[in-house]
């Protein structure tokens, strides 16, 4: 899919292996520990980490095929965001966390999916 030097642009969504179309910005975030400076008094003594959800978020376009019910109800899925640089970020045991609303002006749906884990894959 990706050009060498290709850093953004075109994406491609999928959910359990069925195409979604995709629209605009997304974002994604592996679900890696969250560090923070833990300071005392003196100076600073290390970080402390907090986990976070895995997820990918953005909008997609609505469709005559695209069931919102089944959607916004969708579980243990696997959601893959494909990369113009090249890389797909996987999302495993993934479920729908959005709020399900639709746009009529564009047919556009906000969607946010979380997961157990997520991948980078180059």
Not at 33 to 52: F, L, W
Not at 54 to 83: C, K
Not at 88 to 114: H, K, M, Q
């Amino acid at each position: 899919m990706a050009g060498k030097n290709r850093i953004g642009g075109i994406i491609a969504l999928k959910v359990n292996g069925d195409i979604y179309f995709a629209k605009g910005n997304f974002t994604y975030n592996l679900g890696k520990p969250k560090r923070e400076g833990v300071v005392g008094a003196d100076t600073v003594h290390g970080y402390k980490e907090t986990p976070q959800v895995p997820f990918i978020e953005g909008e997609i376009t609505d469709r005559q095929e695209l069931s919102l019910e089944d959607l916004v109800t969708l579980d243990d899925a696997t959601i893959t965001l494909e990369l113009s640089n090249g890389k797909v970020i996987t999302l495993s045991e993934a479920w729908f966390a959005g709020e399900g609303t639709g746009n009529t002006e564009e047919g556009n749906i906000a969607c946010r999916f979380e997961g157990m884990s997520a991948e980078e894959v180059s």
